[in-house]
């Protein structure tokens, strides 16, 4: 009787344990991704002053949703962008420091798992970025940001910036996952070294190699994933690295399972084979959480180890998600703040402007920038481009609000000395991206890409618009009948006097450009990357919005009008074929 019952006491046993039981366990993950934020935390656009879609107190009702299904085993995450954008950011970083950061403050709000650092959360300078990093509560990745007189490798973790991780480790339901954050290197090619002082890029393809080889030696996980502040592909190539890398990456670093990306305002999702002939995710939400990027992830354990993984993307659109009126009330007292802040009154204009208009030829949008940046640097000549497709000022009493239209970015005012050749060359350089060659005249009078219309950088055209500068200070025509790099054609001095190709003169453009921005100084002027420095005369301390403004408070009404100093030749050609390229633009 007593080995009846011991017999089956242990065959009750063996049929109750788990492990014998089901020697298979599946696990489901979810992860979501933001990228490219920008600002639009809020269901209301502060430059507008009216409401807008997506935004992340619409993409958190979704993400909730998605909590409540999976739980603990959802992974949120963000790819950075997110400290510059709509005025609220502005409002944080600049007039608000000594709060706790909003971007922070919403990142802490939502439970992001990992955020990667992007190159616009560079841009604020020093102060505003590490006291943004001090403040947010999930690990803050930048495996490629490291300090400048210390680059010791995976080594020694102090070779990374002072509150960054290269990477996070993360456990859900036993799956232990690596994510691994690297930012676009291309930023000395963009912003003075004084805002980034102390640190250096390093090139991702190299980078991910290291810390792919120190992961998978001394964490030995089962999901690696990549979030990465970088395009897939193109954008600035040198000999030393690539702006855009994500798809370089995804091919030469075998080990990971997916690469959640952006920076390039672009949606994606493709598969990509390595080296090694595995299928790698790369998948990217694009801009101004319209969407989130998601994958599902079902991992199949056999006796404790992992035999399978099985891996899905999609994009998904949260523009008609309900708005998450806990997390709206919880920042409605900042939001009434920022409201205060754009409605204050700066000045007047006698007449709208439009940015379509800068597309065209001379533009009243534009030529207000390029008169305000000679009035306060007392420079010969200026340079500028369209920062955006399609803004209107309206007549009337102008706001602070207006102002983010006027100008998006944070950047300084710089004037450089350049020699006539040289500014001839620029303006070759952006009229070549901008202008088509003319053959006939049915031909496109501008650069179009059909394909292009919803990439927010370059909204149909083929070349980014933010590079699309032309000049004040000179009087010049561009011949679209000319092949590139001889269209421009420079008349004379706007003031009468002669114009001098050997001449040197001062030259006032956004830091962006006086950096190297666009590559119009370097591969179009032909000015060395490591020469620009040396030809600085002089650059504000503060944005150069901040100037704008205070100018535009100085002068208290502004009438604009176009400067009428260069025009689209020949007129028979180029007039028609403008307004045929407007239409395919704008639709009128």
């Known amino acids: 009787m007593k080995k009846v019952l011991l017999s089956t006491i242990i065959l009750m046993s063996l049929t109750c344990c788990p492990s014998a039981q089901s020697a298979t366990k599946k696990v489901r993950l979810k992860v979501i991704e933001t990228s490219d934020v920008h600002g639009h935390f809020f269901p209301y656009d502060f430059m507008e002053k009216k409401p807008i879609k997506g935004t992340l107190v619409r993409a958190n009702t979704y993400i909730n949703k998605q909590r409540r299904e999976y739980g603990d085993n959802l992974l949120l995450i963000d790819n950075g962008d997110i400290l510059q954008g709509q005025p609220c950011v502005y409002w944080s970083n600049y007039v608000m420091p000594e709060d706790e950061n909003l971007a922070a403050q919403v990142i802490n709000y939502m439970k992001y798992d990992a ?43 102090k070779s990374i910036y002072t509150g960054l991780k290269p990477y996070s480790v993360h456990y859900k339901d036993g799956v232990k996952i690596c994510i691994i954050g690297l930012l676009t290197p291309a930023i000395p090619n963009w912003l003075n070294k004084s805002i980034w002082k102390g640190i250096e890029f390093e090139e991702m393809v190299s980078c991910a190699k290291k810390w792919m080889k120190y992961i998978q030696e001394t964490e030995h996980p089962d999901l690696i994933f990549g979030l990465f502040h970088s395009g897939l592909d193109g954008g600035i190539d040198t000999p030393e690295y690539s702006e855009n890398a994500t798809a370089a990456v995804a091919r030469e670093v075998p080990g990971f399972d997916i690469i959640f990306f952006g920076h390039d305002h672009q949606v994606h999702k493709e598969w990509i084979t390595n080296k090694d002939g595995q299928k790698v995710l790369c998948i990217d939400p694009s801009c101004y959480v319209k969407n989130v990027a998601e994958a599902e992830i079902e991992l199949t354990y056999e006796n404790g180890r992992l ?198 003169y001062k030259v006032v453009m956004n830091s962006y450009r006086a950096n190297g921005g666009g590559e119009l100084l370097t591969r179009g002027a032909g000015i060395p990357k490591d020469s620009l420095e040396s030809r600085v005369i002089f650059h504000t301390d503060l944005d150069q919005r901040h100037y704008l403004t205070e100018e535009i408070k100085r002068m208290g009404v502004v009438d604009p009008e176009p400067n009428h100093n260069w025009k689209f030749v020949p007129e028979a050609w180029a007039k028609p074929a403008l307004e045929r390229d407007r239409k395919l633009l704008f639709g009128r």
């Open 115 to 157: 955020e990667t650092v992007g190159n616009h959360d560079i841009e604020p300078g020093h102060k505003v970025y590490d006291k943004w990093i001090r403040e947010v509560r999930c690990p803050l990745l930048g495996a490629n940001i490291v300090k400048e007189t210390d680059k010791n490798g995976p080594a020694n973790p």
């Open 307 to 504: 035999k399978e993984k099985d891996v899905e993307g999609e994009i998904v659109s949260v523009l008609d998600e309900e708005i998450d009126q806990q997390m709206l009330s919880h920042f409605q007292p900042a939001i009434d703040k920022v409201k205060e802040y754009v409605d204050r009154k700066i000045g007047k204009f006698e007449k709208p402007i439009y940015t379509r208009d800068s597309f065209f030829g001379n533009s009243s949008f534009t030529d207000l920038i390029h008169n305000l940046q000679l009035q306060i640097s007392k420079a010969d000549i200026s340079f500028n481009a369209p920062l955006s497709f399609n803004s209107v000022i309206k007549a009337g009493d102008v706001t602070q609000g207006d102002m983010f239209k006027l100008y998006r970015f944070e950047n300084l005012l710089f004037v450089l000395r350049m020699t006539g050749e040289e500014i001839r060359k620029h303006l070759e350089f952006s009229y070549d991206m901008w202008t088509n060659t003319m053959t006939s005249p049915d031909d496109h009078a501008l650069r179009l890409n059909e394909g292009s219309k919803e990439d927010q950088q370059r909204t149909g055209f083929e070349y980014y618009t933010f590079n699309f500068d032309s000049a004040c200070g000179i009087d010049y025509e561009v011949d679209l009948t000319k092949p590139n790099g001889k269209k421009v054609r420079i008349l004379q001095m706007s003031d009468g006097q002669p114009f001098d190709e050997k001449k040197w």
